[in-house]
């Protein structure tokens, strides 16, 4: 009984830790330099729809049930979706404010998106321009995240999503 108790707060005590640097890592967010149409987000798609608890599938959102998250309105498929993200949005915010990472990671470039073609890393979902370019990254996630992550550091000011 004595070991569950103790497995309880130590999980409960991880997830507070991840919160808190979850937050701290998205205090400097600048999102002017974000790939937006006026103030949203991923072209309409629903971020939550691409991880296991949305669906595992990319949905359009529906723009009568949106959420502004730190100015980027998302739209999602469903109010379930819209509740999931309101409790650990910086989990499905896209990496490097919503560009190719190929791109970030080869040139630091700012370069646009197909909302279809994303790598699930973890917490973290990169977006690409093409097939190519979701190829070449996806041949050594790891390194090519961590070069994004840096260049993206380096353009913006801001930390990487993590």
């Known amino acids: 009984m004595k070991s569950l108790i103790n497995i309880k707060w130590v999980s409960i005590a991880i997830a507070f830790l991840t919160l808190s640097l979850t937050a701290q890592a998205q205090v400097n967010r600048n999102v002017s330099e974000y790939n937006l149409q006026g103030d949203l987000g991923l072209k309409g798609y629903d971020p939550v729809s691409y991880f296991a608890e949305g669906g595992s599938q990319p949905a359009k959102g529906n723009s ?22 309101k409790v650990m949005p910086e989990r499905y915010e896209p990496t490097y404010g919503g ?14 998106i197909d909302p279809l073609l ?22 050594n996630v790891s390194r090519f995240a961590a070069r994004a992550d840096r260049n993206w550091r380096n353009l913006t000011g801001e930390e990487p999503r993590l």
């Open 118 to 139: 994303y790598t699930l890393d973890g917490n973290r979902i990169h977006f690409f321009i093409a097939p190519g370019t979701k190829r070449s990254f996806d041949r």
């Open 99 to 112: 560009y190719c990472a190929w791109a970030m990671a080869a040139s630091g470039s700012k370069v646009d």
């Open 64 to 85: 009568s049930i949106a959420h502004n998250h730190r100015g980027v309105t998302y739209h999602f498929s469903s109010v379930e979706n819209r509740e999931i993200f």
